[in-house]
């Protein structure tokens, strides 16, 4: 059903299907020791933005405020709720 909606992935390990993480901050959050999106789900918007931060200026526009949200439905497997979540978003925010 994650097809059908849209998503690129079901699996656990893409980061991005959240929308605001792309490939390269997939990788720094996968360095920081976040790999699934229950461990996404799980952890401090503050602790996503200081590894953001530490990564340079270029990650500045990236605003991780709904990336455990997101990660938490879809690692409960609710794509239409992740769905009409997105909708509303720009970019993550």
Excluded: H, M
């Amino acid at each position: 059903s994650a097809k059908k909606l849209g998503f690129s992935s079901s699996n656990p390990n893409d980061l991005k299907v959240v929308e605001g993480i792309g490939p390269k901050i997939e990788g720094l959050l996968k360095a920081g020791g976040i790999n699934t999106w229950t461990e996404l789900s799980n952890t401090d918007v503050n602790r996503i933005q200081t590894i953001l931060n530490e990564a340079g200026p270029r990650y500045k526009l990236a605003i991780p405020r709904t990336w455990p949200q997101q990660a938490g439905l879809a690692a409960k497997a609710e794509w239409k709720a992740l769905k009409a979540l997105q909708d509303e978003l720009r970019g993550g925010k």
